[in-house]
């Protein structure tokens, strides 16, 4: 990955920020979430404008954000009409932000809306995209941390633009950042990867990612291995590069082996055995065939849900609310 310091970097001036929150079943997170960014925001300098995106939710988080009060930002409220992954949740909110940067924030309180200020101040310096690297990540399962390193090591071996180790969704993002990525009109989205397609002026800066406030999770190992899927199939083809390779490679070895048992056979006289050997090769080369079929099947899948063309996510209802309207008791 490129990085480009702060010399090499032009100055830009504070503006508008946006701020896009996804939103699943998170009633116990979101008041201390509030009270956590605005505290931050009512020391920044600039005007904020957070993105709510309810994707979804069955518990009372809607109910629980309408009712907010003391807002130092203004916000929108965007219920999507059932719930489409967070992926979907952050196009969605990525399509409403207007600032002249955006930062994407999970509400759990794992990335820590106190990070904001420094993010800003990468901006300032002239950073297009503030990656923010986790160095330590608490609460989360060592099959996890593991499983993580081994996808980014894969995915990074495979797609033609190189995606960031260890960076989730939690970034700033200049606005034509912004506009570039509303742009892209594919429907299965790997936001990670999406997110550093783009390009541009690329900072990381490092920091601990805590637990999650309450709650569980919403990523269940299934979700992951989807989304892991998601990740190498919409940014690479090599896979199925590699199955070629797969079967040229094995059946040049069946030739050469054919070969070698004829003039065994003609040569040194010797009969043909190798009951063994034709289990092995029928039950190698069916597994190596019916892999490649399902690679081939997870491309066509995607085709399959491109041509369609449905839209990544519907909005049910919007609510805006300026943070004049709420009654500020100080
Ligand atoms: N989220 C969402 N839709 C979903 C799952 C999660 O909007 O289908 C939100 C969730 O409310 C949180 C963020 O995405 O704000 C990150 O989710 P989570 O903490 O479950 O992911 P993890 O931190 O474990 O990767
Ligand atoms: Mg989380």
Known sequence: MILYTSTNLKQKNAGACSIVVPIYNEENVIPQFHFRLNRVV?????????????????????QIIENLTNLEYDY??????????????????????????????????????????????????????????????????????????????IINRLADCE????????????????????????????????????????????FDRDQRFSGESKWPLQKLLALAMDGITSFSTKPLQIATYLGATIASGSFFYAIWTVLKT???????????????????LGGVQLLSIGLIGAYVGRIYNEVKNRPRFIVASEINKAAAETSKVI
């Open 42 to 62: 009512k020391l920044l300098d600039i005007q904020v404008h957070v993105i709510f995106v309810n994707d979804g939710s069955y518990d009372s988080s809607t």
């Open 76 to 153: 929108t409220l965007i219920n999507l009409s059932r719930n489409f992954g967070k992926e979907a949740a952050m196009s969605a909110g990525l399509s409403k932000a207007d600032g002249d940067f955006t930062i994407i924030l999970d509400v759990d309180l794992q990335d820590p809306p106190e990070l904001i200020p420094s993010m800003i101040d990468k901006w300032k310096e002239g950073a297009d995209i503030v990656c923010m690297q986790r160095n330590k990540r608490y609460g989360e399962s060592w099959f996890k941390k593991a499983s993580a390193f081994l996808f980014y090591k």
């Open 163 to 206: 995606i960031p180790e260890n960076v989730g969704d939690f970034r700033l993002l200049d606005k034509k950042v912004v506009r570039e990525l509303i742009q892209l009109r594919e429907k299965n989205i790997y936001m990670k990867g999406l997110l550093a397609w783009p390009g541009f002026n690329q900072v990381i800066l490092n």
């Open 266 to 284: 003609f040569i040194l006289g010797e009969t043909v055995t190798g009951f063994p050997t034709i289990i092995v090769a029928i039950t190698g």
